[in-house]
Each structure stands twice: as structure tokens, then as C-alpha cells.
């Protein structure tokens, strides 16, 4: 039976993905993500997996390199520093086209920066982060519900595309407490995993996975295929939530946890008689831009105000999307701070009296 | 007329890109015939690592992953956590494993990982052309030691194989030569009882080849054996430094 209980989110993602069939976790400690592994090193003795503190986060994303190449459902988690470290290892699942999942439950930066919750990886999340050209599927949760729900879809996905998934979560998302229904069971797809290392038994041919490809010609060919599985996933798996854009003035554009005080100040500025409606990308990449350059060019739109917990990161996406139509604001705090309702308002009561700078 | 010798099946039937002399073949040949005379070529999962044998995984025939530059043994304990009941190795260069990847080599072994690693030491950078490695030799002229390593600068070389058999973990570890032809012959036995130890699960296995780099020693094949012999073996002993009593 779907049963409904109350849970950390960081708790969450590591329940989901054992839900979801991943049996291998190999991580390295980090605040504000730890109870992530905690939770692993009882969960997966008991479920009969395999957990791993590896020595480095380095040595992390390999150990998942290594088993999802043998056609394992492999998970790691980190946080901002941690994910830094993991890039080398994220490119090469990239470059090897193989199916994984890796958490950022991202902090403060620059270098050791903070503790506290902040969004300042949505460039490192969305735009590469390693070497090459190659992009990650990156899904922004919420709410702990999402967090659930988007954690089991990142193993689907990851195994349908045969591409990195990132849950893309911050400090306060990892730490806080929300009532979660889990289903009773999830729903896991059948993918071929054909290709997968698993000594070559009856197989006449041996399989490889590799990520080098020496002709120019070769690695440009591979380099196509990917842009082509890309194109495939921007039109198969964008997702958004879009609330009250059809007869806003403004448009709120936000994501992940800072999205949840967003919603707040829409009924805030109501009651002051200013319609605000709000795109709230739930993947990062793909990016919703059809929907947002849809809100710019409804006439009843006026303007866009960008929120964010950073020096105003998506907000070169957003302005990408609205292509000039209409201005795009921006309000972010930084550090680990997050905007008060209070700051946010003030800013649509100015954008909207024409008095935002 | 009977065939007395032939190509491994452990092998595909494709030329090597190694430069004349060079030893890398050989120790090829040796895991791959290894394997095919335990009857584990379809149980066994290779991870090819970052150097002169990046593409290896084109020349065995078993399951092949290519792995980033040190990284190999992380992905095979990947690997090895995904099939326990399967054999997995690694093919890794001393600049590999004793440089860049000398976090992952040590951990595996503390961590007793159930991989073998075949670590070929020709003391020096083969692939980006004949760099110093930490293995290379007090006084050996490399393209970034052009006067000779130097102990004040550039530090000592590094024996991996008595620095692992330190942990725990490890269980056996041996150093070969491939310079001749009754060396060869115990590289071999050491290759055999390395997948031994790994197939009871007794913990982790490293085999080190001392090893020929003819191109970037500026040696002829000939003399580059004879170098080995001389200037290699007096740093670098052979024989087991772990599991010598190990019945396997
Ligand atoms: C992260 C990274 N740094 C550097 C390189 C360049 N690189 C390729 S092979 C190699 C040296 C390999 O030497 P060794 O491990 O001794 O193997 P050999 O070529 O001698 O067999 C280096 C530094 C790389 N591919 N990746
Ligand atoms: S460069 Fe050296 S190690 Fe590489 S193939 Fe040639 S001889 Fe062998």
C-alpha cells in the first residue's frame, strides 16, 4: 500500500533510489548531503547492495563509471566542491554514453564557500561543467514529493537516453522534513542493456565502453549522434510547471526551493491587485525556453523578474527565451541567504509601478 | 601438420600499434593465454587505463572499459561490485598508476578489492613522449629530467610493489621481469596466480612487469633488454612481496 510518511529530503533521494532498483552507492562525506551516505551504509546491507565510501569524489564517480558500465543502476551524491571534483568522471559518462545518476545538494561558493543553500551550479549543472560538448539531463525539485518522484524518473531516464541524470538539489531541499507518499511500487522500464559489461559468457563478441575515438572523423560522427540524442531528449523530456502566465503583467522565473517562496509572494501581490504568474523549470536542462518565449509574446505580459539564490545564472537562459520581447529582472541573493517574500514583492510592486531599475 | 603454436584466443586478430622492442606485446600476450588456460576469458572484465595501451580493449577479447588517466581501479571496483562472481583486471602504466592514480591504487588495495592489477613500470611516460614517471631511475635522462633525475629535485623513484605490500588488503604482489625468456615464464605464473587469488576471494593482486620503452629510452630493442637487466632490476628487485606462502 502507497504509505505516507514524514522524511529528510536527502533521506528521500537515497529511499528512491533503492525504490528504483539502484543497488550501488559509492560516495564521499560533504555537508549538506551526508545523510545521503548514512543512510546507504544501513540501507544497501539490507537490501543486499553495495555501498562504498570511496577515497575521493574523484574515485566516487569512477566507482559509478565502473558500474554502470557493467549495466548497473549506480548512484553518487556531493555537494558543490564534491561535484567539482567529480566533473572529469561526469564527462567521461558523457563521452562513454552510459546511464548514471549524481546528486549536487549544492552550497555556497566560490572555493570552500558555506554551508548554506544556495543555486550557484546551475552554470556548472546545465552548461557542461567538464570537458566537451555533452549535456546532463538535470532535474530541480521543489518539494520533498518531487524530490521523490524526480529521483525514481532520473533512473528511467538515465537508462533510457543512456545519459548522466543530475538531481540538481540545494541545502535547504537536502535538510528539510516534508510529508512523502511513496507509491507501492515504482514504475521502472525495461531498457536493453545489451551493451553492458558483464564478461562475455555466450557472446560471440566481447563488449567495450570506451569514450575515445582517435579518427577525427570517428569522434566527429559521435560528436553528431550525441547532438542528435540531445535534440531528441529537449523534445521528449522538457518539464515545467507554469502557473497563471495567461493574464500575468509579470512573469516570476524561478526554480528548486526558491521557486516555493515565489509562490507565496503571487498571492501576496494579488491582493495588491498585480497579476504575477510563474514558469518554474523542473529540468534545467532541457530548459523550458518554448514556454517562456510563449509567456514573453502574449501581450498581457509586461515583464519578467528572475529569482534565483546566485548572482543571476538562469537568468541568461530566461533572457535567451524572451529574445528581447520583454525586459527580464533579476533579484538574487547569495552566500546562503535567500530572499525574503517581503524583497521579492517590493521588486514587482516597482517593476510593476515602472520604477525597477 | 600439427600447429605448435598459434594466437590466443585471449587476443583479437589485430595488429599491435606498440613500437618495435617494446614489451607491452609481450605481457599482452601472456594475461590473454593466462586467461584462455584457466578457461575465464568469458568471466573476465578488462579495464583498459590511460597510456601507450589506452586502446587495449580493441586487442583482448574479453569484455573491455576504458577508464580515465589513474582511474582504473575505482572503475574495476565498480565493475567487481557489480559482478562479484567475475574476474576483473587492470592494465595500467607507472605513470598512471603511480602518479595521477596513486589515491585509487593505494585505496583499492587498503580496501582489499578483489581486482588484479597487471601495473607495467618502464620507468618512464611512454605515451606523451618520454616524461618523467615516479618510477624513472635516479640519473635517467627524460624529456622533463634532461639532466638526469636529480634526488634534490625531482625526489626519488617510487616501488610501488613494496609500498602495497605494507596494507592489509593486499595479498599478493609480485614483481617480474620482461627481459628474457625465463622471466617471461614466471611473469606467467605470476599472471596465473593472481586471477588464483582473485577467483578463492582472497582480496586484492598486483602483478608488476618491469618493462621496455625502446622509443623514449633512445635505445635499440636489444640494448633496452640489456638496460632493464643492468639499470631497472638493482632499483627494482624481483620476487613476491606478498602471499609467497599462499596456496592458491
Ligand atoms: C587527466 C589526464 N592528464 C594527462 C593525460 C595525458 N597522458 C596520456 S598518457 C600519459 C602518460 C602515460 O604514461 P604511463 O602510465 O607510464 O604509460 P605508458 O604510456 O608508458 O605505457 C599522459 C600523461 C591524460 N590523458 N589525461
Ligand atoms: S612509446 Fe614506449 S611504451 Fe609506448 S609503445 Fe612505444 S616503446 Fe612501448
Known sequence: MAKKVLMKGNEVIAEAAIRAGCRHYFGYPITPQTEIMHYMAKRMVEVGGAFVQAESEVSAINMVYGAASAGARALTSSSSPGISLKQEGISYIAGAELPAVVVNIVRAGPGLGGIQTSQGDYFQATKGGGHGDYKNIVVAPASIQELYELTVEAFNLADRYRMLVMILGDGTLGQMMEPVLFRESEPTEDTDKSWALTGRGDRTEHNTVTSIYIEPDDLERKNNDLQIKYARVAEAETRYESTDVEDAEIVITSFGTCSRICKNVIRQAAELGIKVGMVRPITLWPFPSSEIARAASLPSVKAFLDVELNAGQMVEDVRLAVNGQKPVYFLGRMGGNMPTQKEILDRIVAIHDGEAK | ?248
Open chain 2, 1 to 248: 601438420m600439427a600447429i605448435v603454436f598459434d594466437k590466443t584466443e585471449g587476443l583479437l586478430d589485430k595488429p599491435f600499434h606498440y613500437c618495435p622492442g617494446c614489451t607491452h606485446g609481450i605481457i599482452h600476450r601472456i594475461i590473454a593465454e593466462t586467461m584462455c588456460e584457466k578457461g575465464i576469458l568469458n568471466d573476465t572484465i578488462g579495464v583498459s587505463s590511460v597510456g601507450c595501451t589506452y586502446n587495449n580493449y580493441e586487442y583482448f577479447s574479453c569484455d573491455m572499459v576504458q577508464a580515465a588517466h589513474g582511474r582504473a581501479p575505482a572503475v574495476a571496483t565498480g565493475v567487481k561490485r557489480v559482478h562479484p562472481d567475475k574476474f576483473v583486471f587492470t592494465y595500467q602504466g607507472d605513470g598512471d598508476l603511480a602518479s595521477i592514480g596513486a589515491a585509487e591504487i593505494l585505496h583499492s588495495a587498503a580496501r582489499g578489492e578483489r581486482i588484479t592489477v597487471f601495473f607495467v613500470n618502464n620507468a618512464i611516460y611512454g605515451m606523451t613522449s618520454g616524461q618523467m614517471a615516479p618510477t624513472t631511475l635516479l640519473g635517467q635522462v627524460t624529456t622533463t629530467s634532461p639532466f638526469g633525475r636529480d634526488a634534490a629535485l625531482q625526489g626519488y623513484p617510487m616501488n610501488v610493489s613494496e609500498l602495497l605490500a605494507t596494507l592489509p588488503g593486499a595479498v599478493y604482489i609480485e614483481r617480474v621481469a620482461m627481459n628474457n625468456f625465463k622471466n617471461i615464464q614466471t611473469a606467467k605464473k605470476a599472471v596465473a596466480k593472481a586471477f588464483a587469488v582473485q577467483e578463492k576471494g582472497l582480496g586484492f593482486s598486483l602483478v608488476e612487469f618491469l618493462s621496455t620503452c625502446p622509443t623514449n629510452w633512445g635505445k635499440e630493442p636489444v640494448e633496452s633488454l640489456r638496460w632493464l637487466e643492468s639499470a631497472m632490476i638493482p632499483q627494482y628487485p624481483l620476487g613476491v612481496f606478498k602471499g609467497k606462502d599462499l596456496e592458491v
